[in-house]
């Protein structure tokens, strides 16, 4: 029988060195929205994935930031949710902070997570033992408890509007980085403590990343403290999420439940 996470692993480092030709390269960008783009690497790194895991598994359904979608997906038990390139924008101005992003949903819960930074060569993964990998370590969640002890990954673009003014003080430090998916990444191997987004997100931008937080016995809810729940209809979480050990994740709903008037 075929090992999912040895295929998704191979597949996301295949990604990794197409993704590498483009980069401070000559390509073509495209706007698919206000402040969206897309690049030819987007283009040819999700054309791979799909052909080289669905190959291997033809009976899952398929969910791509890059592919359009199709309701076939919905009543399929197994189903890949994949980002080729998270963080494009990061990707076009030359910094290293963005990730092929390949999830596993088994009726909707995450069972598989890959990410993978073909810069710095970052691999953080699931195995089929449950086990987190960091390159070739067993990743270690933060386990702080208190938000003001640990420093708090969040989004350049909602530094830049100002959303995280409010929280200034809550933590020991904001640390504004782009790519949702690396981000994520960055928490579950350990190499930084907590993760909020203030904004709604795609499920391709978190499904990999949540997965691999369950394989450490933490995990990831909306901002007001709902599961999260895969293979939807409508593929946009709101409104927000935050993802780490338990004990931070829920003092973090607690407090925006609170300031929210909740």
Known sequence: MINLHILAADAAVKAGQILIKYYKNAYEIQDKGYHNPVTTADHEADAFLKQF??????????????????PERLDKEFVWIVDPLDGTKEFIEGVPHFVTSIGLVQNGAPILGVLYNPI?????????????????????????TKLKNVGCLNSRSETRRGL???WANEFKKLIPIGSVAYKLGLVAAGQQDFFVTLRPKNEWDVCAGHALLLGLGGTMKTTTGAEISYNQPDT??????????TDLVEAFISRFNAREGK
């Open 53 to 70: 895991l669905m190959e291997a598994t033809p009976d899952f359904g398929w969910l791509s930031e890059e592919t359009v979608d199709s």
């Open 120 to 144: 710095t060569e970052e691999l953080i993964r699931t195995d089929e033992a449950g086990v987190v990998w960091y390159q070739d370590k067993k990743a270690v969640l933060c386990q702080e």
């Open 164 to 166: 995280w003014e409010p």
């Open 236 to 245: 946009i979480i709101k409104p927000g999420m935050t993802g780490g050990n």
